[in-house]
C-alpha cells in the first residue's frame, strides 16, 4: 500500500507534463527513476490509474485509433495537481518504519546462543551488501541522468549504512567470545545493558 502511494504520486507528477497513456506512463516512469526501482508492472499502474480516476485525481478518455484498440488517455485535474502539491510540500517518513528482515534475522541468530548461526547470517549479508554496492556503482557510472544519479547514490548510502549495521552486530555479538550469545539464549535480557559497542551506547 505505501509502494502505491509513493507511486501514485510519481504519476500524478508524470501527468502534471501533460496528457498520457499507460505504456507511455510506465515507460515515462521506469526513465524517470533508473533502474534500482525494477520495471514498473503495468497492471499495477493500471490499478492505480484506475484509482485515481475514482478520486477525481485524473480524468480519462478513450480514443479510438485506426489499426489498434482503442487507447485510454489519463490527465491531471485541478484536485489532481492539488494532490501533488501537497505531496510535495510535506516530508517524507520512512517507509515502514523501521521493520527490516534482516534485524529480525539477526535477532534469531543471536539469541540462538550460537556464535557460527551469526556469524553466517551476518556474513552471507554483508557478501549480499557488497555486491548489491558494486551493482549500484556500475549502474551510477553507466547513468547519463544527473537525477537517476542522485537516486543512484541515495540507494548507495542506504546500502552502506546497512554494512555499517552488520559491522555494530558482529562488534556487539561476537566480540565476547559468545558470552553474550550465551545470556541472551537463556533468556536474561538485562546483560544486554552491559554489552559493548555502538548499539548498546546510552549516550
Known amino acids: 500500500m505505501e509502494e502505491t502511494v509513493a507511486i501514485q504520486h510519481a504519476v500524478l507528477a508524470l501527468l502534471a507534463r501533460g496528457p498520457s497513456y499507460g505504456y507511455e506512463l510506465k515507460g515515462a516512469f521506469e526513465g524517470a527513476v533508473g533502474p534500482q526501482w525494477g520495471p514498473l508492472n503495468i497492471g499495477h499502474l493500471y490499478q492505480i490509474l484506475d484509482r485515481l480516476s475514482r478520486d477525481g485525481l485524473v480524468v480519462a478518455e478513450r480514443q479510438a485509433q485506426a489499426v489498434k484498440p482503442d487507447r485510454v488517455v489519463y490527465e491531471i485535474t485541478q484536485a489532481g495537481r492539488a494532490e501533488l502539491d501537497r505531496w510535495l510540500g510535506e516530508p517524507s517518513p520512512r517507509s515502514g518504519g523501521f521493520r527490516d528482515d534482516f534485524f529480525l534475522k539477526v535477532t534469531a541468530a543471536a ?48 546500502v552502506e549504512a546497512d554494512l555499517a549495521f552488520v559491522d ?36
Do not use: K
Open 111 to 158: 539469541r540462538s546462543g550460537q556464535p557460527a548461526t551469526v556469524r553466517t547470517v551476518l556474513g552471507n549479508q554483508r557478501g549480499h551488501l557488497m555486491r548489491e554496492l558494486r551493482n549500484l556503482d556500475g549502474l551510477r557510472r553507466r547513468t547519463e541522468d544527473p537525477v537517476v544519479g542522485l537516486l543512484l547514490t541515495a540507494a548507495s548510502r542506504h
Open 168 to 203: 555494530d552486530a558482529e562488534a556487539v555479538l561476537l566480540a565476547d567470545g559468545g558470552a553474550l550469545l550465551d545470556t541472551l539464549q537463556a533468556g536474561r535480557p538485562e546483560a544486554a545493558d552491559r554489552r559493548p559497542g555502538p548499539i548498546g551506547a546510552t549516550g
